[in-house]
C-alpha cells in the first residue's frame, strides 16, 4: 500500500514538472521582451522621479534622491548629480545634498563625473565625498589633484586605490614636513600593499 502512494506521489509530482515546463515554453519571446520592456520603463520613471526630488527645495527630500541616485548606478543620473553637486543655495544644509551627490557619482563611476569632483576637493565641505567618489572611479586625472590634498585622510585612501603609479610619490612623500602629510601617505602606502612600500614605511618608524 504504502509503494502504491509513492508511485502515486512520483506520478503526480512528474505531472507538475510537465505542466510548469509547458507553461515556461508558452512565454515566447514577445513576451520575454515585454517583461523586460516593462522592466525598464519602472526604472525610468523611478529615475525620472528621483531626478525631479533631487532639486527639491527640501535639502533631506534632495539628499535622499540623491542617495537613491547612487543606489541605481544609472548612468542617466550623471549630468543631474553634477548639477546637484555644485549647486548653493538651498540652505545652511545644501552641503548634504552636495555631499550625498558625490558620494552617488563615485558609486556610478561614469567618467563625466571627474572634472567636477576634482573641482570639489577645492571645498572643504564636499572635499572628503568628492576625494572617496575620485577612489572609487580612479580616473588618472584625479591623482595629481589628490596630492595637492594628501593632508586630509579621505584623499589618501583614494590615492592608495591607484596602487603602483603613486607608490613613489607616496613615498616621497614621507618626508613631507606636515605630520599630516607624512602620516597620510603612509595610509596610502598601506591601502595599495605594494612591497615596495616596506622599506620606507619602516624607516619612519626608526625616526
Known sequence: ?????DL???AWTLCLLAHLGVLIQAQTPNDQAGSADAL????TERLNRLIVALGDRDWSTAEKAAKELGDLKDTRAVEPLIA???AL???LNHW???RAAATALGKIKDPRAVRPLIEALRSRQTRSSAA???GEIRDPQAIDPLFVVLQDEPAATA?????????QRLIARLNDKNWEVRANAATALGVTRDARAVGPLVATMKI
Not at 500500500?1 to 502512494?5: E, L
Not at 525598464?40 to 526604472?43: L, R, T, V
Open 1 to 5: 500500500m504504502r509503494v502504491f502512494r
Open 8 to 10: 502515486i506521489l512520483i
Open 40 to 43: 525598464a520603463k519602472q526604472q
Open 84 to 86: 546637484a553637486l555644485h
Open 89 to 91: 543655495g538651498r540652505s
Open 96 to 98: 548634504n545634498v552636495q
Open 132 to 134: 572617496t567618489a575620485l
Open 159 to 167: 590615492l592608495g586605490s591607484f596602487g603602483e603609479p603613486v607608490v
